[in-house]
């Protein structure tokens, strides 16, 4: 196999060739004749092409295949192991990998843990390993065939300098170049993304849930992020902040939040705020996945807990889906550990708010913490493949 990463970067100055292999990698298996039917070009320019694609290695062909159309024609198909990428989400805490290759096949996932209040060159580090490890494991030569890696992040992305910049949870991640330092480590192109744009992403792309022009993904952690996709588009706001859900008031004279407003969504329906809670009824100080185990088993005091979150999570999605009119709202992170009593408490709350006339689905995601590293590596994999990832994205 020769260096894929030389050829997709030939590859990104020649439209023809790029428009067709991407129309094979979409299609997965095809013929010559549909990718013509497709594109819109002579038969010998796409199969010049396609034969050049085969002899890079970057697809394979099988001859003559079923008449389409009515004439036979050769058949091509994307070879799966030609290139692949991989995704980070950065969860704080916490990172995520998924390895995906170029028929976005998951090939595999690993979770390690974080401390937050580790310098961001640690985490840097962590990050690198991590993405060392899981194509290593996989036997997948990094500098050959991953041909793009990308990384979700809590941070605010400063574009014009490629740093990172705080937020309140993570003071200490200030002029971050992330970028800059994986790319120099890994000699790997590397794109920077806010965390929940990636997340809706990889929730379109892997979670099962068909082809959904409007959805929101709302992911419930130590923070509580939103991705939004609207007719299609991934939004992104003038600080690529939009969906920052945790942060919108849900009950003005509430407690102060880390960000110094009253009231926010965090303070009540958070990974952290519903542990507290739970604390404070028990004198139990249990981790979130415990908690989430217990409200399982239909322990009391847990199921109160998530009584309570979710009457504020509701008041959250209402707004939301006043705002955004998506099809699907998907939540997602470890809360979908705590099951059915979760999401029927949830549901409940929002028929009592008078949502259910507007027939939109509330669903968990089945993507565990995994839904931002696997929209990552898609996302890695379109912009590796697009001269203008924005256009897809
Ligand atoms: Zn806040």
């Known amino acids: 196999m020769s260096d894929v990463r030389g050829l997709v970067e030939q590859m990104r100055g020649n439209r023809t060739k790029l428009a067709i292999f991407n129309t094979v990698r979409q299609l997965g298996r095809t013929t010559a004749l549909d990718v013509e039917f497709r594109i819109g070009l002579s038969r010998p320019t796409v199969l010049k092409y396609l034969e050049q694609l085969a ?93 793009a890696v990308a990384v979700g992040v809590p941070c605010y992305i400063e574009r014009e300098t490629e740093l990172l910049q705080p937020i309140p949870r993570l003071p200490h991640w200030e002029n971050v170049p992330l970028k800059a330092v994986l790319e120099r480590e890994l000699e790997v192109p590397v794109y920077i993304e806010t965390g929940p744009r990636l997340m809706v992403i990889g929730e379109r792309e892997f979670g099962g849930g068909g082809d959904v022009r409007n959805m929101v993904y709302i992911h419930v952690r130590e923070g509580i992020g939103m991705g939004v996709i609207v007719d299609g588009r991934v939004l992104k706001g003038s600080k690529e902040d939009v969906g920052e859900i945790g942060h919108t008031v849900v009950w003005p004279q509430g407690p102060v939040c880390i960000c110094g407003r009253r009231g926010c969504l965090e303070v009540f329906a958070s990974e952290p705020a519903m542990v507290r809670r739970m604390e404070e009824m028990t004198g139990r100080r249990i981790g979130p996945h415990q908690l989430f185990s217990e409200v399982r088993d239909g322990v009391p005091e847990a199921r109160k807990v998530i009584e309570e979150a979710m009457y504020y999570l509701a008041i959250a999605i209402v707004n939301v889906v006043e705002l955004f009119d998506p099809e699907v709202v998907v939540v ?62």
């Not at 580790?118 to 996989?138: C, F, H, V």
């Not at 979760?342 to 027939?359: F, I, P, Q, S």
Request: no cysteine; proline share 5%.
């Open 55 to 147: 002899d890079d290695g970057l697809v394979i062909e099988h001859g003559e295949g079923e008449p389409s159309g009515g004439r036979p024609s050769r058949v091509f198909e994307i070879r799966s192991s030609a290139a692949f990428s991989v995704g980070v989400d950065f969860g704080a805490p916490g990172l995520t990998f998924a390895l995906v290759d170029v028929s976005k096949g998951v090939i595999d996932k690993m979770e390690v843990e974080t401390d937050l209040e580790e310098p961001p060159s640690l985490t840097a580090k962590r990050m690198e390993d991590g993405i060392r490890q899981i194509t290593l494991r996989n036997e997948v030569e990094l500098e050959e065939r991953v041909i």
């Open 332 to 393: 997602g992170g470890n809360i979908v550990q705590g099951g059915e009593f979760v999401l029927r408490t949830l549901r409940e709350k929002l028929e009592g708010m008078k949502l259910d006339h507007r027939g939109v689905e509330v669903r968990f995601s089945s993507l565990g913490v995994y839904a931002g590293a696997l929209g990552a590596a898609s996302f890695a994999m379109e912009s590796a493949f697009n001269p203008f990832p924005e256009a897809s994205a």
